[in-house]
């Protein structure tokens, strides 16, 4: 399967309505991906289908749970690595501004060119920890795929949370053990479908209590 077949069937089995410039973008994005991969290996899955789905349709999983989020939100990804979730979220979300955390220089420079490269107007970058970060405006969401476990995730991005923002930790399997040990926040545990994987995947949702 191509990948430009693999996006168009990942997006009408996840129900997104996304425009084919979208979906041209964000095979731009998978190019550049991998033509960096092979300098500064930022990413393990090589396989260009397989980055459709364990990159782009697993980063856009997350779309349908976020329904809440107002049109012109600040949303930051923290521990953004190759820009994932956070560039797949600025092309299909061009309304939202995007805040890419990473202290990583390697990773930074990729998606400096990314932002250069695809034209994110929507997009900033910071190359820092997250702990050290403190934004001149905070966020409505705050998510981060797999960067850490969830108390450690709540404690070092709580800070960049805005009144009325939500914590969005993109997680493998149902992490019931993380979210009973978080104490002082509400949290919401939804499954995400993400076509052509062949795994469990979960959305943990989370407000100050």
């Not at 980063?59 to 049109?71: D, N, R, T, W």
């Not at 966020?139 to 991005?157: G, K, Q, W």
């Amino acid at each position: 399967m191509t990948p430009n077949t693999a996006l168009e069937r990942g997006f009408e089995s996840m129900g997104l309505a996304l425009s084919a410039s979208v979906r041209e973008r964000l095979l731009d994005y998978l190019e550049l991906l991998t033509k960096w991969n092979r300098t500064y290996n930022l990413t393990a899955v090589r396989e260009p289908a397989a980055m459709v789905s364990h990159h782009v349709l697993d980063s856009l999983a997350v779309l349908p749970h976020l329904g809440f989020v107002k049109p012109d939100a600040r949303v930051a990804d923290i521990g953004s690595g190759a820009g994932l979730p956070g560039i797949p979220l600025a092309l299909a979300k061009p309304g939202w501004h995007i805040a890419l955390v990473e202290s990583n220089d390697k990773k930074a420079a990729f998606l400096r060119q990314a932002k250069i490269e695809l034209q994110l107007s929507n997009v900033e970058i910071q190359v820092l920890r997250v702990e050290a970060w403190h934004a001149a405006e905070r966020f409505a969401v705050v998510i981060s795929r797999a960067f850490a476990e969830l108390a450690d995730f709540v404690a070092a991005c709580r800070h960049l949370l805005a009144p009325g923002g939500v914590i969005a930790a993109m997680k493998g399997r149902e992490p019931s053990d993380e979210v009973a040990k978080l104490s002082g926040f509400r949290c919401k545990t939804v499954p995400l479908h993400v076509p052509f994987i062949d795994a469990e995947r979960h959305l943990v949702l989370c407000e100050p209590a």
